[in-house]
């Protein structure tokens, strides 16, 4: 089981940027697609993008396309969320998760979670 812990949430206004990052141990690195996913309490925990075992191929959520990208350094095992051009709708606690392919991170759930960083985006 691969274990995450996500960082780098904070607090940030409207129009700025913020990098979360999410550094992963126990198994394999690159056995697993990644993804972020974000929930506001009361509210559904929401796909925000994905990124497959390679980092060749992504997904985004129409809802921050343009605005967010994936990354992923298979060497140091840590996947990256770079969030520009944020906005108040972007407020959300943010988990890190695993999977074994990136498609199914969405369509069946990952496999693994972290405990999540809060990013709150002031108007």
């Known amino acids: 089981q691969v274990q995450l812990a996500e960082s780098g949430g904070g607090l940030v206004q409207a129009g700025g940027s913020l990098r979360l990052s999410c550094a992963a141990s126990?198994?394999?690195?690159?056995?697993?697609?990644m993804g972020w996913f974000r929930q506001v309490p009361g509210k559904e925990r929401e796909f925000v993008a994905a990124?497959?075992?390679?980092?060749?191929?992504?997904y985004y959520a129409d809802s921050v396309k343009g605005r967010f990208t994936i990354s992923r350094d298979n060497r140091k095992s840590v996947v990256y969320l770079q969030m520009n051009s944020l906005k108040p709708e972007d407020t959300a606690v943010y988990h890190c998760?695993?999977?074994?392919?990136?498609?199914?991170?969405?369509?069946?759930?990952?496999?693994?979670w972290g405990q999540g960083t809060l990013v709150t985006v002031s108007g």
């Open positions: 998760a695993a999977g074994l392919e990136a498609v199914a991170l969405v369509t069946k759930g990952p496999d693994a």
């Open positions: 990124i497959s075992r390679s980092g060749g191929t992504d």
């Open positions: 126990g198994r394999t690195f690159v056995s697993y697609a």
